[in-house]
């Protein structure tokens, strides 16, 4: 860091702040917004703030729930779910789903289904982009003693992928031009991703690569 004026603290004695910010600076985070079917046939619509995707070949996407929801039972039971895409003009209907009820989600917030091809849990129809997922993984988190939380790691094998065709520019899928909303922490801060946030960065191919890299960055030290 630049100076010696820093908040230091350790988790276990408390932050300090007036809110913990450790869910704001691991962010903005990609929403799990998650729809599964109960094993009675009853559906179910949730967003997870803890989400994201783990391996390319065979894909594989993640979430945690903080503490045992309908969700986790429903996936735990059918082994499977579907993820859907949260966009900007989707927002309030995704903040929706978070509400704990006891009616059907997709109903409080005016949200029509669609059924999946491979999976028994619905798509939200409105969503640009759904992944239907079949569970590969689900366990409790542990702290570093060992101990079992009353939080749970859910892992699915993507199976199926739905995309708007608008979506897709020249063959390519186009992060922004679905207007992707992500969550940035705090009482209830988002952020969306548009086509001015966006920047290209290719990866270094190679030590020449790497080398040439490292020279522009010395011929510019704030870059």
Not at 154 to 165: M, P, Q, S, T
Request: hydrophobic share 45%.
């Amino acid at each position: 860091m630049a100076g010696d004026d820093v908040h230091y603290y350790e988790p276990r004695n408390g932050h300090g702040l007036r809110h913990d910010p450790f869910s704001a600076i691991v962010g903005p985070r990609p929403i799990g917004w998650i729809s599964s079917r109960s094993a009675e046939g009853r559906a179910n619509l949730a967003p997870y703030s803890f989400f994201n995707a783990f391996n390319y070949r065979p894909p594989i996407i993640g979430f945690a729930s903080v503490g045992w929801k309908d969700t986790v039972a429903n996936i735990r039971d059918t082994g499977e779910f579907v993820w859907n895409l949260a966009t900007r003009p989707m927002a309030a209907r995704m903040n929706l789903t978070s509400a704990a009820v006891t009616q059907d989600e997709f109903a409080l917030a005016g949200l029509a289904q669609a059924p999946a091809r491979l999976v028994g849990a619905p798509r939200v129809r409105a969503s640009p982009v759904n992944f239907e997922c079949r569970l590969t993984q689900l366990f409790p988190l542990r702290d570093k003693e060992g101990a079992e939380l009353e939080s749970w790691m859910i892992l699915g094998e993507v199976v199926a992928v739905h995309i708007d065709r608008a979506m897709l520019v020249n063959g390519v899928y186009d992060t922004a031009r679905a207007h992707p909303i992500l969550r940035a922490g705090g009482l209830g801060r988002y952020a969306g991703i548009t086509e001015d946030a966006m920047f290209d960065m290719n990866r270094p191919a190679g030590d020449e690569d790497a080398a040439a890299m490292v020279r522009a960055l010395d011929a510019a030290p704030d870059a």
